[in-house]
């Protein structure tokens, strides 16, 4: 999607609590960039023909109710980091990565834990990333770690990587960090400076440094 300057950023919800830095790292980022945030969950349980109606007598029970019930805490942990940050909420019938690789369709930013799936589904289909970063129509952020750091903007130099600098760039001013750029293994010191001139001249306000 086209980059815009009140980007939609879409995360992809699971029961896991890497799914959860994911969200908060999210509703950060929304706040920093003047986003707005859209929280998905991926219905799997229907693909699997498995019953998911509520117990007669117990509201809020069964797989489509613990769905909903994730969403809405989800967006509770995003409201705590950013109270200001507009939150939508979506359950969507479906595998993973064709529900997120559609939901990419409408965003500037796919947002990911760091494995990617509930703990139960981890079990049958494994991580999703890989194939979701390969897929997707938007770039991907895959949260691991620590979420509060505060260090430079990385990015990778690739000699074809001008929407790459561009977007290094405006994160590294929304944030008020550098750039820290990384040039291949046999880069020359005249090279490293000739890629670090131009990366300059393309990030426009921030100061990159290169290793």
């Given at each position: 999607?086209?980059?815009?300057a009140?980007?939609?950023i879409?995360?992809?919800?699971?029961d896991?609590?890497e799914?959860?830095q994911?969200?908060r790292?999210a509703?950060?980022?929304a706040?920093t960039v003047?986003?707005?945030?859209h929280?998905?969950?991926?219905?799997?349980?229907?693909?699997?023909?498995?019953?998911v109606?509520?117990?007669s007598?117990?509201?809020?029970?069964?797989?489509?109710g613990?769905?909903?019930?994730?969403?809405?805490?989800?967006?509770?942990?995003a409201?705590?980091r950013?109270?200001?940050?507009?939150?939508?909420?979506?359950v969507i019938?479906?595998?993973?990565v064709?529900?997120?690789?559609h939901?990419?369709q409408g965003?500037?930013?796919l947002?990911?834990g760091g494995?990617?799936?509930g703990?139960l589904?981890t079990?049958i289909?494994?991580?999703?990333s890989?194939?979701?970063?390969a897929?997707a129509?938007c770039?991907?952020?895959?949260?691991r770690?620590?979420i509060?750091?505060?260090?430079?903007?990385?990015?990778?130099?690739?000699?074809t990587?001008?929407?790459?600098?561009?977007?290094?760039?405006d994160?590294a001013?929304?944030?008020?960090?550098?750039?820290?750029l990384?040039v291949r293994?046999?880069?020359s010191p005249?090279q490293?400076q000739?890629?670090?001139?131009?990366t300059?001249r393309?990030?426009?306000?921030?100061?990159?440094?290169?290793?």
């Amino acid at each position: 999607m086209t980059h815009t300057a009140a980007p939609r950023i879409t995360v992809g919800v699971f029961d896991a609590d890497e799914s959860d830095q994911a969200v908060r790292w999210a509703a950060s980022h929304a706040a920093t960039v003047g986003g707005a945030l859209h929280l998905v969950h991926a219905f799997v349980w229907t693909e699997l023909d498995v019953n998911v109606d509520p117990i007669s007598g117990m509201p809020g029970s069964g797989f489509r109710g613990a769905a909903d019930t994730l969403l809405r805490e989800a967006a509770e942990l995003a409201r705590e980091r950013a109270p200001e940050v507009e939150i939508t909420t979506e359950v969507i019938d479906g595998n993973s990565v064709p529900v997120l690789v559609h939901a990419s369709q409408g965003s500037d930013l796919l947002v990911l834990g760091g494995r990617g799936l509930g703990r139960l589904m981890t079990l049958i289909v494994g991580s999703k990333s890989l194939a979701l970063a390969a897929r997707a129509r938007c770039p991907v952020v895959v949260v691991r770690g620590n979420i509060d750091g505060d260090g430079p903007v990385g990015l990778v130099h690739h000699e074809t990587s001008t929407e790459v600098i561009s977007r290094a760039a405006d994160l590294a001013e929304a944030y008020g960090r550098d750039i820290h750029l990384v040039v291949r293994p046999g880069t020359s010191p005249d090279q490293a400076q000739e890629i670090l001139a131009a990366t300059a001249r393309g990030s426009r306000s921030a100061t990159p440094r290169s290793s």
